[in-house]
């Protein structure tokens, strides 16, 4: 019986996934005896679907389209304004979140409810409300992987940790490639203005660079951490530091990019003075998951010694303290990027797919 996926978001993650489908539903089939079959694909404007389950052909011409700039509301058969809820089938789906949008969990937690199972490169659904996250969650209905650290096994680790009884004291990470990026221009001579500037005409920063410096796509990495080890935290409870100042926080990015320099000087001078204790600043999350459990999230200055200052670029390191691992486990490589995230993203979706396969 082919397994049903719904993928809404067909943007860079969402095209290199349905790419990564194609090339190895052959080898999927022969490996593990699933057929894994689109039932719709949708982005922002419509849901394509026919129906039945899309054809090879379909997902190609849907992805060309893409690959083109187009709306999938150009295929022949697109449902626009549809909902893909509305096309649910009866038999357990797989559903794909690969958007980056706010206010999906209600209609993932109701699919859910009713038997589907989610797979989330979206980090918003499990950032919501402590219930949604516990509702989407329960049974190992939801896999979530891609969320943090992209294709890096981050979740998996903590979850085998978790499960077979290991107590996990301390969780460091480094894990937002465009700070990556930035501390490392720091490293090497360069103004954070002059820094930000080259990331962001080169990609590597949200639209709105401030998205990336404020801290918020760490601290929500760092939410859905805190919780898969059980605390019912929320966003209040992992505060970030922004690396602007408060008057930068509203108006254009023109504007932002602009006023840029005035940052200059004050990152300039932590520098100085972690340069002078011959160490360096890293963004790091760190969360203590002690008696009183607590976050910190900010540009630190960490010794060379520490596993954090050797991190260059846009990699990620996420090092796991725990009673086992009294010298950190550690994981660490790329964090980012559409490959590497859609791998993390088809990982779980195997994983998913195995376990409906099984005959209960
Ligand atoms: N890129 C990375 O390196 C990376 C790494 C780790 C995690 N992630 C996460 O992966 C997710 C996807 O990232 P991305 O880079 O692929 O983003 P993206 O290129 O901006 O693509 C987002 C896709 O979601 C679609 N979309 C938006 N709202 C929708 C809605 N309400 N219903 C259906 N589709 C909707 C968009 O449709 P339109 O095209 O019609 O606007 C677009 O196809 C994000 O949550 C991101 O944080 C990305």
Redo the contacts with the bound molecule.
């Keep these: 019986m082919p397994i049903p996926l719904i993928q ?7 095209q290199a996934l349905i790419q990564q489908l194609l090339s190895q539903h052959a080898a999927l089939a022969q490996r593990y005896g699933i057929d894994l079959a689109y039932h719709a694909l ?4 419509a849901v394509y679907s026919t129906g039945a389950p899309l054809t090879l052909e379909q997902v190609q011409a849907a992805l060309h389209a ?1 690959q083109q700039g187009q ?1 999938l509301a150009t295929l022949a058969g697109a449902q626009v304004g549809l909902h ?1 809820r509305e096309l649910l089938p009866v038999s357990p789906a797989i559903i794909i979140d ?4 706010d206010g ?1 969990h209600p209609a993932l937690v109701q699919a859910v409810q009713q038997g589907h199972r989610v797979v989330l ?4 659904p499990l950032t919501a409300d402590y219930a949604s996250f516990t509702a989407l969650t329960a049974h190992g209905a939801t896999r979530y992987e ?2 943090v650290g ?1 294709g890096l096994p981050t979740i998996h680790t903590l979850q085998s940790l978790l499960d077979t009884g290991d107590t996990v004291q301390r969780i460091e990470a480094c894990m937002s ?1 465009t700070l990556g990026f930035l501390c490392t221009a720091l490293d090497d001579g360069q103004s954070l203005s002059a820094a930000v500037l080259t990331a962001y005409q080169q990609g590597y920063t949200e639209p709105d660079p401030r998205d990336d410096l404020s801290g918020t ?1 760490v601290a929500r990495k760092a939410l859905i951490l805190a919780r898969s080890c059980g605390l019912a935290w929320t966003l209040d409870d992992v505060p970030s530091e922004p690396l602007f100042s408060p008057e930068l926080a509203h108006g254009s990015v023109a504007a932002f990019l602009q006023r840029l320099p005035e940052l200059d000087a004050g990152i300039a001078a932590r520098l100085a003075a972690a340069q002078s204790r011959n160490a360096v600043l890293r963004y790091v999350a760190t969360l203590e998951l002690g008696p009183q459990p607590s976050a910190s999230i900010a540009l630190r200055e960490l010794p060379l010694s520490h596993p954090l200052a050797a991190l260059r670029g846009t990699d990620n390191l996420i090092a796991y303290t725990t009673a086992r691992y009294p010298a950190p486990l550690v994981v660490r490589g790329a ?4 490959a ?2 859609a791998a ?1 993203v088809l990982t779980d979706v195997i994983a998913t797919a195995r376990e409906l396969a099984t005959p209960e």
Excluded: F, Q
């Excluded at 809404?8 to 969402?14: A, N, Q, T, Y």
């Excluded at 490169?121 to 918003?124: F, G, T």
């Excluded at 964090?335 to 559409?338: E, F, K, R």
């Design positions: 809404i978001g067909c943007g860079g993650v969402g949708a982005d922002s404007r893409r709306s893909w690969v958007t980056a949008t999906m490169a979206n980090k918003k891609a969320t992209a490639g796509d964090g980012a990027g559409p590497v995230t993390g």
